[in-house]
């Protein structure tokens, strides 16, 4: 575990600085095309979402990303999710934690306002496809078989880029529930994410 915490973030490290020393010069609107991968972090809103009692989600993810033209832009990726989910101690259920992990395919548009060479705000919206790949053993009762596997979220958010590195706040809303047998509340999140081009 610690092994490969190390070798990630060695590697992060490693693509920081190729950011760094390949567009240092970067200039907003000198490209229309725009590449590299991102980290982020969701801070879920809404509890009450499946049939066993929530207490709380850690979710955070990381992946590739591409956007294409200036100022009305169309983007894309590919990114891969895991989430923590903890659910409350009652009579009925025993406290445990679920380990859920997705592969997301986010596909939106938006639009680039320039503030100078170097600094920008973007306004952005779309929608997330969302596969599930994994559920960890748990007390819960939950497993691939009653978790909705396929989902379509929709989010909108706003960005600030300055050269190589894009900070975002997105709100993410979720079309499906979580599982498959409950009327609950879809899930809810905002999301922080950190972009490097390259």
Known sequence: MLKQL???SLLLLFLFIFCISSKAQRQIGDYPFYYGFKIGYNLALE???STVPGDRTRAGYFGLWAEYGDPFFVHSGV?????????LNDTTHLAGMLETRYVQIPI???LNIRLNKHHALLLKAGGVYQQLLKVSINNIGYSMGNITKSHFNLFCGVGYRYRFVTLEL???HFLRNFDTISPKNKEKYLEMALLFSF
């Open 47 to 49: 509890r009450d979402y």
């Open 79 to 87: 990114q891969f999710l895991i989430q923590k989910r903890y659910f």
């Open 170 to 172: 997105n709100y993410l």
């Open 108 to 110: 939106g548009g938006g």
């Open 6 to 8: 190390l070798r990630s």
